[in-house]
């Protein structure tokens, strides 16, 4: 049996009601961002840009909420701040040092986007604003812009979803698992996945689900889907509820998965080859995403990775569920 991943692999989340949610942000960034293996001063940095987040919130937003997570792909700490309202009305002045609104506002965001080696802001007056710092260790690669959130059901301290990034020759390999249910046990199944999945994740779909298939039966089983990239062509097989969808030229197509469970059902495996053209965004979600996000995703398929997972988490996600996002960019601009 697979141990379940250490808590640190997850997203610590972190509602921001009260002013004490400063000192818990700190704390939280500075142990996620060692547990993550960022050295000498980084975890500090870290500490710094979750409180001048939490701040932030604190002062001027509603429901604010911050996400901290692991970087998925090479060594860092993503902290992810989103709210309801009110938006900044001019994020370019509220970005220049020296501008206040009702004290260090201007002055903090300039600060975290010093620190912060990828710095992203969305803000919508009236409806709300999200904004994304990840700070990285030196040398850390930054292609292809990788994003994942990962939230625990509540009252749970590990996530029974998991997501992995993998180079698999002239590309890559995305996985994202969701193990039944949730709690240690769906851990263990997704654990199990991502151990057979790591063997070898460059081979066939069909070949890497009969592998990720054997390795899960001694679990409760899971839902899987594997993204391959490889230029600007791609293939995809999904089985049981896990979501992809690919955000290309401003509209959004979704990647259907087949009915089964991986360890307990496998279906004859039919692999979808879908089309990637320079800046074609993947996305993969568990069901603790609801999939409403996607009539309406025009609206995010201009987002970067980093925001369109936090915005799918902050605003579409079943909170009876762990939830998981993985976004991934594929570099160039559409000729
Ligand atoms: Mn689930």
Redesign the pocket.
Known sequence: MSTPLATGEFTRHLRVDHVSAVHVAARVARTVAKAAGLPSSLPDQAAVVASELASNLDKHAREGQLYISPVLHGTGVDIIAADTGPGMLDVDRCLADGHTTTGTLGAGLGAIRRMAAEFAVHTVPGEGTLISARVLAPGTTRTPPVAHVNVPAPGEEVS??LAAVRETGAGFTLLMV?GLG?GPDAAAASAAVLEAFDRDPARPLPALFTELHRGARQTRGA?VAVLRQRGTRGEFLGIG?VSAAVLAGGSARQLLSLPGVVGLRLPPATVRPVELPPGTTVVLH???ISGDWLPAATTSAGLVPSLLAGSLVHRHRVTR??SAVLAVKFPGEPA
């Open positions: 029974g979803d969701d949730h839902a509820n568990s069901d603790g569920d762990d």
